[in-house]
């Protein structure tokens, strides 16, 4: 037995665990043999401990609070790139030179128009439709126009599907918003660089454009890599759960999109302002009765914003964001009293035993949404804007995934606690 493997011992039995080594980070006991030799499954609520996967893109350290995509830290990818480059590195594995990054802006920037009969797809959504579901939906129905998206082989279909993607996630998410206002979709725009195309189809108007700012254009870059990929979390474990019964990328990536809507995931971006906006407005909530009712065992709202199944330090991504949110308002000339009202409930919460015992920290969308707010994106698109960043990370596994010769079919096992086998009592008798 080698002395780095693991042993487990079931009553007489001694059985070894082989340990597999992470390039860094912590090291691995396959289970994979587990079942077959011993009889038993192993239990692990949220797959808290488990590795589904082998994967080369991004490694988190939790306990000292960094982030790499490639190797590259997040800092130096957040100053030095801009979105583009950065969907190019989760996807393809390399920083791409001039020349590459030419050509894939290009074939991005000629790919954003969608088939115009989805018009009639926006229109028939109610006005009030969230905009998430909107976007989930129409990533889904894009597939239905492309027979060789629907089950690609060759590298070259993969290859295209991504592109088209990533070029079309921001066209269908400034019509959802528009439907939701009620004002006329606006065209995409292949002169603009994906960021200025994404504020020009959401923020013109067929009678009026508008006048991009170049520093809006960097924090929205800033704010989108900051969201491109982050390891196995819940949507991105549910893009390869999907992809992994050999679901297209698009059907995958829609079933992420509703993952990363609930308010535990991404949807906490949208929930922490309108925790602020309720301290602010509510004579009642206040700083302390917000940290009184996150303590509360009987209550269950939670501190939103705070926490992260990873992080036992400092989230690098908040704390970029932290120090951000005062530049943009700087720069946008404006204050905002929902970001004052962070940073005392911040305060507050680091200086509480309750959150310090349990190393809970602000995590990445506690200071997002103060920052769209100032950027002039509503409330109900702050999720989207999400989504829209995390794309290249949901491609890049579902790519991934699908070249990995360990790839099987998701499917945990589970603990049964139900009836036993019993005696079927006919309808007349029950
Ligand atoms: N407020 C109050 N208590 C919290 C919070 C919070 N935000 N987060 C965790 N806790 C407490 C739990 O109640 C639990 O306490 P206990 O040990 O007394 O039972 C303990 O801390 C551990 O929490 P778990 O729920 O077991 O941690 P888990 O890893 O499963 O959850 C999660 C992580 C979902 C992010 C959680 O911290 C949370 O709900 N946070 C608020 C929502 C949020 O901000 N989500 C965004 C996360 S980042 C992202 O997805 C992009």
């Known amino acids: 037995m080698s002395e780095s493997n693991g042993t487990l011992s079931i009553g007489e039995a001694s059985i070894e665990l082989p340990r597999l080594e992470a390039t860094v980070g912590q090291p691995a006991l396959d289970i994979s043999r587990l079942r077959a030799d011993s009889g038993h499954i192993t239990f692990d609520p949220g797959f808290a401990n488990t590795a589904g996967t082998r994967s080369a893109m991004t490694y988190i350290d939790g306990a000292s609070g960094e982030l790499r995509h490639r190797g590259y830290a997040i800092e130096d990818l957040a100053v030095h790139c801009n979105f583009l480059e950065v969907a190019y590195l989760l996807m393809y594995g390399k920083l791409p030179n001039q020349a590459e990054l ?40 894009i597939s239905t126009f492309y027979d060789v998206y629907r089950r690609p082989t060759r590298s070259i279909e993969i290859d295209a599907g991504a592109r088209t993607l990533i070029a079309k996630l921001p066209t269908i998410a400034a019509w959802a918003y528009k439907k939701s206002i009620g004002e006329p979709y606006i065209y995409p725009d292949n002169r603009l660089s994906y960021v200025e195309n994404f504020l020009h189809m959401m923020f013109a108007r067929p009678v009026e454009d508008v006048v991009i700012d170049p520093a809006v254009v960097k924090a929205l870059n800033v704010l989108l890599i900051l969201h491109a990929d982050h390891g196995q979390n819940c949507s991105t474990a549910t893009v390869r759960s999907v992809g992994s019964s050999r679901a297209n990328m698009f059907t995958s990536v829609a079933a992420g999109m509703g993952a990363l809507w609930g308010p535990l995931h991404g949807g906490a971006n949208q929930s922490v302002i309108e925790m602020l906006q309720e301290i602010h407005d509510d004579p009642d909530a206040t700083i302390q009765s917000t940290i009184a009712r996150a303590k509360d065992p009987d209550d269950d709202f939670r501190l939103m914003g705070f926490g992260h ?105 589970q603990l049964y606690v139900g009836e036993p086998a019993r005696d079927f009592v006919p309808l007349e008798n029950r």
């Open 102 to 141: 030419a050509v894939w802006e290009h074939d991005i920037s000629t790919h954003t128009m969608l088939n115009e009969e989805m018009r009639s797809f926006f229109d028939a959504f109610p006005r009030r439709a969230h905009p998430m579901a909107v976007l989930s939906s129409a990533t889904n129905a």
């Open 309 to 413: 199944r990873v992080y036992s330090n400092y989230d690098p991504r908040a704390r970029i964001l932290s120090s951000f949110a005062e530049d943009i308002l700087d720069r946008m000339s404006t204050t905002d009293p929902l970001l004052e009202i962070a940073r005392e409930l911040e305060a507050a919460a680091l200086a509480d035993d309750y959150f310090a015992s349990r190393k809970l920290y602000p995590n990445v969308d506690f200071y997002s949404g103060t920052i769209f707010r100032a950027l002039g994106f509503p409330l109900r698109m702050f999720t989207v804007l999400f989504a829209i960043g995390r794309s290249p990370g949901w491609i890049g596994n579902w790519m991934e995934m699908n070249t990995d010769p360990e790839t099987k079919i998701i499917r945990p096992r």
